[in-house]
């Protein structure tokens, strides 16, 4: 069974520049989150999706949208690049939409803005 | 505010034997826990974790340990070996927050041959 894909794996971007990313989830997984993860805030949770609606998102600016197709495919997208978004970006897949199961993370994209 | 803490920013070991990686959290919501192993320039990897209704979870040579009073939970890892140096999360959710998870700062963990 193939894991969760991200793509790309690497993005250079300049500021002011937009930036969609890709997460293809575990073939039956209905739920995909999005994560930031950076040296000094750790790992933070940006949105999460479960059949194509958005179902909790956490405290990012409206610069970070996403949206997720009804192949369970999910993107995210930041407009309007800062330094400051530059990070390592993971998308999970869940194996059910209901609470308290493990997520399956990505390898991430590596996003740095110059 | 921090809800999950990680107060160890690195932990060394020896080879064969005991890791104990801790964990607190400020929020009596919480209901799950989940330990996560990364390595650099890789996601996060599932280690192993629990339910609040429970105290212990075993899985090979993972043990988690949640005390619910002390809103504290720890991870053993017995025996160590070379290829459990990584960084360990500790992550929390609530039922009513749906699958967000909280993590902590993680604990580098090295273990040494």
């Known amino acids: 069974k193939a894991g969760v894909t991200q793509t790309p794996r690497y993005l250079i971007k300049t500021r002011g520049q937009q930036v969609t990313l890709s997460c293809s989830p575990i073939s039956g997984h209905r739920s995909v989150s999005w994560y930031q993860q950076t040296p000094g805030q750790g790992l933070q949770f940006l949105f999460e999706?479960?059949?194509?609606?958005?179902?909790n998102k956490g405290n990012f600016p409206g610069r970070f949208s996403g949206r997720q197709f009804s192949n369970s495919r999910s993107e995210m997208n930041v407009s309007t690049l800062e330094l400051g978004d530059s990070a390592l970006y993971l998308c999970?897949?869940?194996?059910?939409?209901?609470?308290?199961?493990?997520?399956?993370f990505g390898q991430g994209t590596r996003l740095t803005v110059v | 505010d921090q809800q999950v803490k990680q107060n160890s920013p690195s932990l060394s070991v020896q080879e064969g034997r005991i890791s104990i990686l801790n964990c607190d959290y400020t929020n009596s919501m919480f209901d799950y826990f989940l330990w996560y192993k990364k390595y650099p320039a890789e996601g996060p990897t599932f280690l192993i974790s629990?339910?609040?209704?429970?105290d212990k979870n075993e899985d090979g040579r993972f043990t988690v340990f949640l005390n619910k009073s002390a809103k504290h939970l720890s991870l053993h890892i017995v025996p160590s070996q070379p290829g459990d140096s990584a960084v360990y999360f500790c992550?929390?959710?609530?039922?009513?927050?749906?699958?967000?998870?909280?993590f902590g700062p993680g604990t580098r963990l090295s273990v040494l041959p």
């Open positions: 999970a897949s869940f194996s059910t939409g209901t609470m308290n199961t493990e997520a399956f």
């Open positions: 999706y479960f059949s194509e609606t958005q179902r």
């Open positions: 629990i339910s609040s209704i429970k």
């Open positions: 992550a929390a959710s609530a039922r009513n927050y749906g699958q967000n998870f909280v």
